[in-house]
């Protein structure tokens, strides 16, 4: 099933597709931002969500997957929010300019959460499957 908003489909497709690539042309960023302590490696965890990226990128350019793209893009999100809280406090002590990037990319988390449930449709529940 195709998403009911399939320009902002496209637009988040391109945009985390892009993040995803992103994972590879610069992994020690993102390597920094994952937990030290989360095991195998940081750099394991960087490949893993930048192939998950580009997987859910792909998948919100495609009509017929478009829906369950919005939904894994959702998912994703909330699973890689973690690093997001950690690279806020990991970087507590950098620049106020870095600081002031890790702190607003908080909040953005929200909106993409929102913008990729949005792309997403209707959720079916329990009391409307016929």
Do not use: K
Request: aromatic residues 14%.
């Amino acid at each position: 099933m195709s998403s009911p908003h399939p320009r902002l489909a496209v637009g988040l497709g391109a945009g985390i597709g892009a993040a995803g690539v992103m994972h590879f042309v610069r992994p020690e960023f993102f390597d920094a931002i994952v937990p030290p302590w989360l095991p195998p490696s940081q750099r394991f965890w960087t490949l893993i969500s930048g192939v998950a990226e580009l997987v859910v990128g792909v998948m919100l350019f495609v009509p017929r997957w478009r829906r369950s793209g919005a939904i894994a893009l959702f998912v994703l999100l909330v699973a890689v929010y973690p690093a997001n809280l950690y690279m806020t406090w990991d970087w507590r002590n950098r620049p106020s300019g870095e600081r002031v990037v890790s702190w607003v990319r908080l909040p953005l988390q929200f909106v993409l959460f929102a913008l990729a449930r949005m792309a997403s449709g209707p959720w079916r529940t329990s009391a409307n499957r016929g």
